[in-house]
């Protein structure tokens, strides 16, 4: 429990620890009951303080956990009913900067109804089952956040937290304004930079006028300054509502990059065994040799730390590697239990029911005395929250291991997640960027086995990602009941 005011800062925080229990050997198993969680976390800030941005990597980070998350952005609405009228009445709104003027009551108003409309659409699909609602809002008056408070307090079991993103730092107020006006917000598709760098200046200007900070001694919430250069915690209690604070405090957006690499290819690998803990293949040792000069090619002089299992395949690949090396017992392969050692073709035999039950619902299969990949996600969420708060990693790891983690980076859906292919010798290079990741591949011209099992031909293939990709503002119409 973190009451009135915890400073607490970055370093050193511990984690509570997960509760999801799930049950199940050999077949598929049941998605964990979340149906009690209900949760509000309302954003606060002025524009260009990194609300969407905190907003959308909450959302990832617990859909990945599993729970049910939505953002209720309300620029997003705001913008589709002016489409609306447009369409209907042929009145076309003006939503420059002297929309946001508090002075301007008609506006004030306006916008006030649609906060309202958004928090109505968010509590509608909280009590249809959701967990966490974000609304996605300025937020920025205790006036707006006194309402707020009292519309949930009728709902019965809704928690409501503020998470308020505060910035005075001009180095990032003027890279987050420059990203809004060069890279397409909707706002200002059809202005020119210039144009649009000069009312977006003035509509956080009209927005300082009347800005208060969040000191309700009452209100629970999550105050991050200067990305996380200090944090202001009050009244946060329980699990999940710890979780998510925690979680945001440990978010920094300074450039780094992930690598994610396969062991070399091992022993088993070979013989099309899985699981097991063989050392590398002749090939896997070149693999393992040729590793350092394409990392530090790619690295320079920047500093990187390198996370290796504890299975020995991937402290051999990590050896030459000139860079502190750290083993983690989370990053272990998928446990196969009673298929241990086996080839699929050996399961297949002895165990046919467990292989087609795989085979229909890999991310829920749970071997015999093993894991399934939802159990791998929940042992990986230490990881995750340890590589966000870390900056150049490379991760030697496992195929089931890295699709988990890979999967967090690009928020891909969970029914791909088991057929992504991470290939054997290949290094993947990821560079976080404000929504979303880019991605290069490198693969070393040293011949592997293909441990890849491609989806059934009758259940649904995965998508196909593209090995660059990059999103930006992809704003999805709302459906209103207007
Ligand atoms: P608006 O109210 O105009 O929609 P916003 O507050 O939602 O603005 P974003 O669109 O999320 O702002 O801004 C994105 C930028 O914020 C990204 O470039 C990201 O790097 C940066 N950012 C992320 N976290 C923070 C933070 N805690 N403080 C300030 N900037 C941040
Ligand atoms: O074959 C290599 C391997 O790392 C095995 O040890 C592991 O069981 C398997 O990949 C995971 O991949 P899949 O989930 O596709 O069976």
């Not at 008609?106 to 967990?131: C, F, H, P, V, Y």
């Not at 000191?215 to 991050?224: G, K």
């Not at 320079?300 to 991937?314: H, M, N, Q």
Request: with cysteine; hydrophobic share 35%; proline share 5%.
């Amino acid at each position: 429990r973190f009451d009135e005011s915890t400073v607490a800062s970055r370093k050193g925080s511990t984690a509570p620890s997960p509760p999801p229990s799930v049950k199940g050997i050999g077949k598929k198993v049941a998605k964990p009951d979340y149906s009690e969680q209900k949760i509000v976390v309302a954003m606060v800030g002025l524009p260009a303080r990194g609300k969407s941005y905190l907003s959308n990597k909450l959302m990832i980070y617990l859909r990945w956990l599993e729970y049910d998350v939505k953002v209720f952005n309300v620029g997003q609405l705001r913008r589709t009913k002016a489409r609306q009228k447009a369409q209907k009445l042929g009145v076309k709104e003006n939503h420059n900067a002297e929309f946001f003027s508090h002075s301007n009551a008609q506006a004030t108003q306006s916008r006030d109804s649609l906060a309202e409309e958004s928090l109505e659409m968010l509590i509608k699909w909280l009590k249809e089952g959701g967990n966490v609602g974000i609304h996605d809002a300025t937020n920025s008056t205790k006036s707006r956040r006194a309402k707020i408070e009292a519309r949930l307090a009728k709902e019965k079991g809704m928690i409501l937290i503020f998470l308020e993103s505060l910035c005075d730092d001009p180095a990032v107020i003027a890279a987050n304004v420059e990203l809004k006006v060069s890279q397409g917000d909707p706002d200002y598709k059809d202005m020119s930079p210039d144009e649009a760098r000069k009312d977006f200046l003035r509509r956080i200007n009209e927005y300082e006028k009347v800005y208060e900070t969040i000191t309700e001694p009452h209100l629970s919430y999550l105050r991050i300054k200067n990305v996380g250069e200090e944090v202001t915690m009050s009244r946060i209690n329980g699990y999940l509502s710890s979780r998510i604070a925690f979680y945001l405090m440990n978010l920094h957006i300074r450039p780094r990059n992930i690598f994610f690499s396969r062991h070399g290819e091992s022993q088993y690998n070979v013989e099309g065994k899985i699981g097991g803990d063989s050392l590398l293949s002749l090939r896997g040792m070149q693999y393992a040799k040729a590793l350092p000069a394409l990392i530090t090619d790619n690295i320079g002089e920047k500093p990187l730390t390198v996370w290796t299992s504890t299975l020995k395949r991937t402290i051999q690949t990590a050896q030459y590697l000139p860079y502190t090396k750290l083993t983690w017992k989370s990053l272990d392969e998928l446990d196969a239990g009673v298929c241990d050692g086996m080839t699929y073709e050996e399961i297949e035999q002895a165990y046919p029911d467990d292989y087609a039950n795989r085979d229909e619902d890999k991310f829920n299969y749970r071997y015999r005395g093993g894991e399934s990949y939802r159990d791998v996600v929940v042992r990986l969420e230490p990881v995750i929250m340890e590589l966000e708060r870390q900056e150049n990693i490379l991760i030697i790891g496992h195929q089931a291991i890295l699709r988990c983690l890979y999967a967090y980076f690009h928020h891909l859906p969970q029914a791909d997640l088991p057929y992504i292919k991470i290939p054997l010798h290949t290094v993947i290079k990821l560079t976080p960027k404000a929504y979303g990741c880019d991605e290069e591949r490198y693969t070393l011209p040293i011949n592997a086995v293909d441990t890849h099992r491609p989806k059934p031909k009758a259940a649904k293939q995965p998508n196909v990602h593209p090995t660059t990709q990059r999103i930006y503002y992809v704003e999805e119409e709302v459906k209103t009941s207007a």
